[in-house]
């Protein structure tokens, strides 16, 4: 078998032995190896951050203008819809100052309008009480006119028709010698004012003639008179 040869062991001059030494060394290789390794790690990872960092720091950059220039419109927008409400305020204001003067002036003429409407049936009431009184007036006047014509129709070859409306219609015969049965007519007519006027005549008479008759039985009241007269008008005019 062959021997074990060892190394010989020798010192240093601070008491450290060879073996010692290479060890320490060893380490200390193995120490700055693994320092230059993760240091190139850590380089290469504060490297990535940095251009992360600018990125997102760019990034910030661009959303803080973008967010001052959103907030710069938003300001404009917030200002726009200040100015649209008190526009808004305004013709609210505007609007009920005009409804409130459209019930009141409204309110005044409806009024007016109800007031104009009673004076209106008032008068409507007056007008057809005098109306009922006038005609009430007018048949017993054509009453009376019938009969004080009764006393005249033997001797004047009279008679007497009641036509609408409270009228008289008088004819005349034997009044033309050739033709006895002719007749002769006119109709009287008491108007409103309760005056006497003709409203037919057959054949016709001269209006001044006609006129001349109404005008005096309205001042005499003869109405007897006036039937004389219209019959003497007629007779006249068979003899002419």
């Given at each position: 078998?062959?021997?074990?040869?060892?190394?010989?062991?020798?010192?240093?001059?601070?008491?450290?032995?060879?073996?010692?030494?290479?060890?320490?060394?060893?380490?200390?290789?193995?120490?700055?190896?693994?320092?230059?390794?993760?240091?190139?790690?850590?380089?290469?990872?504060?490297?990535?951050?940095?251009?992360?960092?600018?990125?997102?720091?760019?990034?910030?950059?661009?959303?803080?203008?973008?967010?001052?220039?959103?907030?710069?419109?938003?300001?404009?927008?917030?200002?726009?819809?200040?100015?649209?409400?008190?526009?808004?305020?305004?013709?609210?204001?505007?609007?009920?100052?005009?409804?409130?003067?459209?019930?009141?002036?409204?309110?005044?003429?409806?009024?007016?309008?109800?007031?104009?409407?009673?004076?209106?049936?008032?008068?409507?009431?007056?007008?057809?009480?005098?109306?009922?009184?006038?005609?009430?007036?007018?048949?017993?006047?054509?009453?009376?006119?019938?009969?004080?014509?009764?006393?005249?129709r033997e001797g004047l070859g009279l008679e007497f028709e009641r036509a609408a409306g409270n009228k008289l219609r008088l004819v005349f015969t034997s009044l033309d010698p050739n033709?006895?049965?002719?007749?002769?007519?006119?109709?009287?007519?008491?108007?409103?004012?309760?005056?006497?006027?003709?409203?037919?005549?057959?054949?016709?008479?001269?209006?001044?003639?006609?006129?001349?008759?109404?005008?005096?039985?309205?001042?005499?009241?003869?109405?007897?008179?006036?039937?004389?007269?219209?019959?003497?008008?007629?007779?006249?005019?068979?003899?002419?």
């Open positions: 078998m062959a021997a074990l040869v060892h190394a010989p062991i020798t010192e240093t001059p601070l008491g450290f032995t060879s073996n010692l030494l290479d060890t320490l060394s060893h380490a200390r290789s193995s120490l700055d190896a693994f320092v230059s390794h993760h240091k190139s790690v850590l380089d290469s990872v504060a490297s990535a951050g940095q251009a992360s960092i600018e990125k997102y720091t760019e990034e910030l950059t661009r959303l803080n203008e973008r967010l001052n220039e959103v907030e710069g419109q938003d300001g404009e927008m917030k200002k726009l819809n200040n100015q649209k409400m008190e526009e808004v305020t305004r013709k609210e204001a505007e609007i009920a100052a005009l409804e409130e003067k459209v019930t009141r002036e409204g309110g005044d003429r409806i009024s007016a309008l109800k007031s104009e409407e009673e004076t209106a049936r008032a008068l409507a009431e007056s007008c057809r009480a005098a109306r009922e009184k006038s005609e009430l007036s007018k048949s017993k006047t054509v009453d009376l006119l019938t009969k004080s014509i009764v006393s005249y033709d006895h049965s002719r007749a002769f007519a006119f109709t009287v007519n008491v108007n409103e004012s309760e005056e006497y006027e003709i409203q037919e005549c057959m054949p016709k008479l001269d209006d001044l003639v006609l006129s001349e008759m109404v005008n005096n039985v309205n001042q005499t009241n003869d109405f007897g008179g006036f039937v004389r007269g219209v019959r003497n008008a007629f007779k006249e005019q068979i003899d002419a």
